[in-house]
């Protein structure tokens, strides 16, 4: 299913120091980890530094530092800008800063090295998941063998480790921006080894560093003791509570750190320990109760998730209250965060709420400072377009905020080149999409299209962008073919040029593209059905097929349901088309896949289990196996029946359904007492299935109930013509209709036809 894209914003905090006369500082590019030794970052000359209140500072010195005085304790640095160049951390201009003797470092990188440095921590990160993952199945699969585990208990620890897998790519995007954006050359010895032992995958190593230290529940209890020796200690208190701050900082440092670890080692109940941990080392601290509300989040923790959401928002509104000017930009970050995090878990009021006090804000600090401000207006519009799309709110409503948007990155782009290429692409696509699903297919072509271009560009320039531009692709390619006016050749062009880089993505990394390579085989089968050219049709399917059989069998919880899902569809294909040797495959393997999948998550995919009993029932029926399909209806009954029990709205329609069906396949086996017990018994749970009707028809006028069955033929003669008349047809061939009784179906053909 194609969605709006969300554009994600990253909070960071501002810092307070301390009052002095002159500030120094640097402008350079991170240090890096190269080998395992440090390589310093390299100082940038002609980069200009804007001071709010002064004229700028041009960066003259090889070595990138510079210097100006400081009239007060506190100073802003408006901007930082070097052509070619993007500041590191978004977020250390506008900021407020504190004197301090120490140096400023604003450290910038080109957009294409930043690019490349967080490919390559994705790269790694997702290495130490699939290996971890891989061993964890190891061990749960030789406990299974060793008989140490039930099979209940077998799947229900298969189950909970491949739940961990849902939150893995964020986690992964999340890291390796933390990871592709750290300056080497501010970070100690000790903290520089852990972060390298961390994103190599050496966990068990990076533990034992952490752990050097001593225990962290000593530590925090040392801590502690210390605050209250404090209160004791009035006359050192000011130097004491210097070094209080400073251990904070270094425990909440080290929490942080083993987060990751556990993170990363899918040991996700210590990772949340940890994280909750650095969130009470102090509870004024707003970034620190974001990342634990967001982590909870993903856990499923929604209420204690809220409670530490509330907690950085309360923080952030405090701020604000004692210096607007200075903090606004953080609650502006901190409500749009939240607001993602409430669209995530289907929290629209609160989402809205969040995002619309955010984009107020961003708007207003944007009518004097554009530049840094403009891009999280267009961002903040993004993601609330992204809100009303999730609830289908229509595109009267999603279309302006998305075309306000546009019309920034553009205006952004024309000014500061390709560093918004990304965006206005992410963009165009989302209009794209919105034009689709209104019907305006030119205009959906146009954005689709300028989308491709933005995607070329970039992939071309820095090699990092083909798997949006196959994606761009694939919804190009299902507007051609859902719009009637253009050529399906086009689509299927498309699709194939999409495959086409599928394939070059996953023969470099297999592991990470094989989905969408599977996606692309299977979206190109379609093409090619639609089309009526089914060889190449079955030949793309079972590519799809042969990529989510091995998908399935390494995890299956996440895979297992795209493969039964096709199998399903592909079995409909071969019924509707008569095949019904290959329907009947399709269809047992589908429903070996449901069932498995409802022995872990039984409300889930139990509807999927009875609506394949009823498929395969029909097949059956088609093939004249009697019994066989009487066993397949019993069981969608029963399920059904159940699922009714829990939610009757929902599926007691299902249960009239599989009534009427038991009620067509009792005809055919020329029970036609049954046929009459089971059509009444579906229209007494559900009188609008007037096909029950025909079934209650024909079984009454098959056993000799002649008037009954000619009111209900009078009755419906006109909503049911075709279908009285195609049974009559269907009974015939099959010999069903009694010797008997034909003068009188003969009489009720003429009375339906009247």
Known sequence: MKQLLLLTLICALLTPGVVAQTQAGYVKTPGRMVGGKRVP?????????????????????????????????????????????????????????????????????????????????????????????AQQEEEIESLKEQNRMTQEQYLDALEKLYELQESDERLISD?????????????????????????????????????????????????????????????????????????????????????????????????????????????????WQADAGSFLLQRGFSTKADQYFRLSLASARKLVQESPDIYEPLLAHVLNNIGQLYSESGNVADAERSYTESLELFRHMSQTDGLTYLPLVASTLNNMAVLYSSIDAGATRVEPLLREALGIYQSLAADCGETYYPAEAWILNNLGLVCEQDGRYEESEKMYFQALEHYQYLADKTGAYQPDYAAALCNLSALYFKNSTTSDGNGLKCLNDA?????????????????????AYNNLSVGYFYMS???????????????????????????????????????????????????????????????????????????????????????????????????????????????????????????????????????????????????????????????????????????????????????????????????????????????????DVERIKQIINQ
């Not at 210097?67 to 802003?76: G, K, L």
């Not at 900021?95 to 910038?108: D, E, G, K, N, Q």
Request: aromatic fraction near 10%.
């Open 41 to 133: 970052g390299q100082g940038l000359t002609g980069a200009t530094v804007q001071i709010k209140g002064r004229t700028s500072v041009l960066v003259k010195n090889a070595n990138g530092s510079f210097s100006f005085p400081v009239p007060s304790q506190q100073f802003t640095i408006q901007s930082v800008k070097k052509n070619g160049y993007q500041l590191v951390d978004a977020d250390a201009a506008p900021r407020v800063y504190s004197h301090t003797t120490a140096p400023i470092f604003l450290v910038m990188e080109t957009p294409t090295q930043l690019t490349e440095n967080k490919l390559k921590a994705e790269r790694k990160l997702r290495n130490t998941l699939n290996k971890r993952l």
């Open 175 to 287: 890291m390796a921006a933390y990871y592709s954006r750290i300056d080497y050359d501010q970070i100690d010895e000790f903290n520089a080894e852990v972060s390298e032992l961390i994103l190599d995958g050496n966990l068990t190593r990076a533990d034992s560093l952490l752990r050097s230290k001593g225990d962290i529940d000593e530590r925090i209890r040392q801590l502690e003791r210390h605050h209250d020796a404090n209160v004791q200690m009035r006359e050192e208190l000011s130097k004491s509570e210097g070094v209080e701050r400073m251990k904070r900082v270094e425990l909440a440092g080290d929490c942080y750190s083993f987060f990751k670890r556990f993170a990363l080692d899918n040991q996700l109940d210590s990772a949340m320990k940890y994280i909750e941990k650095r969130a009470s080392l102090d509870t004024d601290n707003c970034q």
């Open 499 to 519: 495959l086409q880089l599928y394939l070059q993505l996953a023969a470099d990394d297999y592991e990470q593209y094989a989905p969408m390579l599977a996606v």
């Open 533 to 743: 050219r089914d060889e190449e049709g079955e030949q793309a399917f079972a590519e799809s097929l042969k990529i989510y059989r091995q998908l399935a069998e390494r995890s299956p919880m996440r895979y297992l349901p795209l493969l039964a899902k096709g199998l399903f569809e592909q079995g409909v294909r071969y019924y509707r088309s008569n095949e019904l040797d290959e329907a009947e495959s399709m269809f047992m393997e589908s429903l070996t896949d449901y069932r498995t999948l409802a022995s872990m998550d039984e409300d889930r995919y139990q509807p999927m289990v009875a609506k394949l009993l009823r498929n395969v029932a029909n097949v059956y029926d088609k093939r004249q196996r009697w019994t066989d399909a009487e066993q397949m209806y019993q069981e969608e009954l029963s399920i059904n029946q159940k699922l009714a029990s829990k939610t009757p709205t929902e599926y007691t329609p299902q249960v009239a359904r599989t009534y009427g069906n038991l009620s067509n396949h009792a005809i055919l086996m020329k029970d036609f007492v049954r046929a009459a017990e089971y059509a009444r018994a579906g229209l007494s749970i559900d009188d609008t299935k007037l096909f029950i009707q025909a079934n209650l028809a024909a079984a009454l006028l098959f056993m000799g109930q002649v008037d009954e069955a000619e009111g209900i033929y009078r009755k419906y003669k006109k909503e049911l013509k075709d279908v009285f008349l195609d049974d009559f047809r269907q009974f015939g061939a099959l010999g069903v209709i009694p010797p008997e009784v034909g003068d």
